[in-house]
């Protein structure tokens, strides 16, 4: 048995990788800790469409790249239709993410190290709470820097190739992500065949012809594909990118100002903080040379400033989002980049201790991941119990949603339900697509969100309002988010579609109301909705 682990280090211990994630994020496959009728429901109406075989962008609106509607629908087709299988398969893109950060590791590092590194990224997972779709990006960055990772340590080409595939891959789930870092890979190539002197030969220059061309013109293929019938209001709706598609816009000073606020004496002083702080500024002078090193250790050490410098570049690409908006949650597609350029820190720091100080730090970093991760597992058996199960047909989990929302979630489906014919059709707004997906029912309009900041146009306003008359559509549902303070929000019929707001005063009397209504409406707390009749 000891000779076959001797021989199976490496693979024994990404097992162990996946067991240890599995262990951990388990009990998150029915757990959440809130749903949103807005952005949960846009996902869950989105993997719904992509289940019945409906195009996203054209049958339905949808932001973020359109593999990954797909994805989640494919885990419809297998597990069924109910939140469980989301969950289910954004757990296995945390443990695949997990695997490739451990390979990555395991490139520049000893294997049990690369497990202390893929540990604390599962600790430190970037879980972005409003969305499942940026799990799906976080596996693509970890899959494609593996690869890099790879060709810096034995230069064949196929290894580019496959990281080719999974920044292709990017680009259908976030595109901006996708293109980013094509281009930081395309420069990375560059500076790891300038640091070896390899000749650009007609392979390297096959290489940057499909990554700088044919790569980018398949991306544009699908998207035109999926947004030509489109209007351009409608595509910028879609693929938000310029300034006046936000409500959050700031300079990249002011986004830099906010980091540095975010660091204060104490938490400098954090034992673990400086610990690491210690190991990272040793590795750092070890990496620069002096009078007395030897030719091959120069080029090590200089091979190993390249690989830091390829990963702090990749960490700085990864927080453009954030630069221009400020939004705190988007730092998080950084994280892959910055475990695995501290992990490299800790790797050079100690590659010339002992077998037993190497191994005493490895576990002591896995221990102490372990327990952070645990933590998180504890929080959701507590919070397992019966006050927080969501019980409805298309849920079944818990979430740690105030009591009053689940209550006019629950009464109002109940109502939709109850007093809609079975393939009748209602209008959702002005962003609460869960109830699409809760009752089983299809907009009848692509259109799903009516916020200010989606600069909805009067045309548009007409086109969606013919729909509804062609439908006879006779229900229409409206939440207390319709008047909101919130940034970019609106108040729906004043500050923003003021056509649509008549039509539906006009046409339309009040059948039902559930929830709050008196205090300002939150995310996944505070929910008010009012039914609608055709008079």
């Not at 500076?191 to 991306?219: G, Q, T, W």
């Not at 050490?301 to 960490?315: E, S, V």
């Not at 979630?409 to 699409?436: C, G, H, M, Q, W």
């Amino acid at each position: 048995m000891i000779p076959f682990l001797k021989n199976n280090t490496k693979a024994f211990l990404a097992i162990l990788t996946v067991i240890i994630g599995l262990f951990l994020f388990f009990p998150q496959v029915n757990y959440l800790d809130y749903l949103a009728q807005g952005d949960h429901g846009r996902d869950l109406y989105a993997f719904s469409r992509a289940y019945e075989g409906d195009l996203p962008y054209q049958d339905y609106w949808w932001e973020y790249g359109p593999l990954t509607p797909y994805y989640y629908g494919t885990f419809f087709k297998l597990f069924g239709t109910d939140l469980t299988s989301v969950l289910f398969a954004e757990l296995v893109l945390i443990l695949t993410a997990g695997l490739f950060i451990y390979f990555a590791i395991s490139t520049f590092s000893g294997p049990l190290l690369a497990l202390s590194g893929a540990l604390f990224f599962f600790a430190y997972y970037p879980f972005f709470y409003f969305t499942f779709n940026h799990a799906a990006g976080i596996t693509a960055v970890s899959s494609f820097i593996f690869y890099l990772l790879l060709y810096l340590k034995d230069p064949r080409i196929r290894f580019l190739y496959l990281s080719l595939i999974s920044i292709f891959l990017l680009c259908l789930i976030k595109i901006n992500f996708g293109i980013c870092n094509l281009l930081g890979l395309a420069i990375s190539v560059l500076l790891i065949d300038s640091f070896y002197k390899r000749p650009l030969d007609n392979e390297k220059k096959k290489f940057y012809s499909i990554s700088l061309l044919a790569v980018p013109l398949c991306v544009f293929g699908v998207y035109f594909f999926l947004l030509h019938n489109l209007t351009i209001y409608e595509i910028r709706q879609c693929l938000p990118y310029l300034s006046s598609d936000h409500p959050c816009n700031i300079s990249v000073f002011a986004a830099l100002k906010l980091i540095f606020k975010t660091i204060n004496p104490e938490m400098l002083l954090d034992p673990v903080i400086l610990f690491f702080s210690a190991i990272i500024a040793f590795s750092i002078m070890q990496m620069i040379p002096n009078k007395r090193t030897n030719e091959p250790d120069k080029l090590l050490k200089r091979k190993n400033c390249l690989t830091a410098l390829i990963l702090l570049g990749f960490c700085i690409i990864n927080t453009h989002e954030f630069l221009v908006s400020g939004v705190n949650y988007r730092l998080l597609w950084a994280i892959p980049f910055a475990v695995l350029l501290m992990f490299f820190f800790i790797s050079n720091a100690i590659k010339k201790s002992s077998f037993f100080i190497r191994t005493i730090l490895s576990v002591a970093v896995a221990f102490f991941s372990i327990l952070v991760a645990i933590d998180r597992s504890f929080i959701c058996y507590k919070n397992k119990i019966p006050v927080n199960f969501f019980s409805l047909e298309r849920t079944k989990v818990f979430t740690i949603n105030p009591p009053a929302w689940k209550d006019t979630v629950i009464k109002t489906t109940s109502f939709l339900k109850n007093n809609l014919s079975r393939n009748e059709a209602f209008f959702a707004l002005p962003y609460d697509p869960l109830y699409y997906y809760l009752t089983e029912r299809k907009s009848p309009t692509r259109q799903i969100i009516f916020f200010e900041y989606m600069n909805i146009p009067a045309e548009q306003e007409e086109k969606i309002i013919l729909e509804l008359e062609e439908q006879k559509v006779n229900w229409i549902l409206i939440s207390n988010r319709s008047n909101s303070l919130e940034n970019g929000l609106g108040v729906f019929g004043k500050t923003h579609c003021a056509l649509i707001g008549k039509y539906i005063k006009d046409t339309f009397e009040l059948a039902a109301q559930f929830g709050d209504w008196k205090n300002e409406p939150g995310w996944a707390s505070e929910h008010g909705t009012r039914i609608f009749r055709r008079k």
